[in-house]
Every structure is written in structure tokens, then in C-alpha cells.
């Protein structure tokens, strides 16, 4: 595994606010496999990558790619987003206010 994906692990767990002993809980493996994963001494698998995603909540890419890592934070949205605005582009114009004034109401508390 790469350096750069094992440095990303643990960044990303820490962001998460997991110690290595609950993250290794959750994955259900050992705490010394974690700390190896995190040293770039383990390999870790496409379903490892996937669940470790899930369990961070941050995209696969994030993990993998510098350059992704390295986009600003509207391209990480639109990223993570994308299947949201293709779906928006599907509605008329009186949804997409609709689904807008839903999403404000949502942030402002109110619903």
C-alpha cells in the first residue's frame, strides 16, 4: 500500500474521532493489523477501502488519490454530490424550488 493512502487512513480516522482500537472494532479486525495498515506495512483490499470509507465517511477517492485530496472543497462536493445534481436536472423548475425550499427549512431547524 502506499504511503500516501496509509497517511490518509489515519487522518481520516482521526477526523472521525475513532481511536485505532474502535476503528479496528468496527472493521473487526486486530488493533496491531490497524496500526500496520496506518504504517503502510499491510496492503489493505478494495472492500477494506470501501468499509473504512463508509466507517469515516469519506470518499474512496480521498483515500487514494493526491489529487483528489488536493481539489478545492467545491470539487470534493460536486464529487460526492454528482448523483444529486444529475437527479436535480431531472426535475422542472417548480421541484427543484420545491426540493430547495425543503433543504433551507432542513438547515434553518424548521422541519
Do not use: C, H, P
Amino acid at each position: 500500500m502506499s504511503e500516501f493512502t496509509a497517511k490518509k487512513l489515519k487522518e481520516a480516522r482521526v477526523r472521525a474521532g475513532f481511536t485505532q482500537d474502535e476503528a479496528a472494532k468496527l472493521m473487526n479486525l486486530k488493533k496491531t493489523t490497524m496500526s500496520e495498515m496506518e504504517a503502510g506495512k499491510r496492503s489493505i483490499s478494495a472492500d477494506e477501502l470501501a468499509q473504512f470509507s463508509r466507517i469515516y465517511e469519506v470518499d474512496v477517492r480521498e483515500l487514494l488519490f493526491l489529487e483528489f485530496t488536493e481539489a478545492g472543497e467545491e470539487q470534493r462536493l460536486a464529487a460526492k454530490y454528482s448523483s444529486f445534481f444529475k437527479l436535480l436536472e431531472k426535475l422542472s423548475d417548480r421541484d427543484i424550488e420545491d426540493v430547495y425550499w425543503v433543504i433551507k427549512r432542513k438547515v434553518e431547524g424548521l422541519l
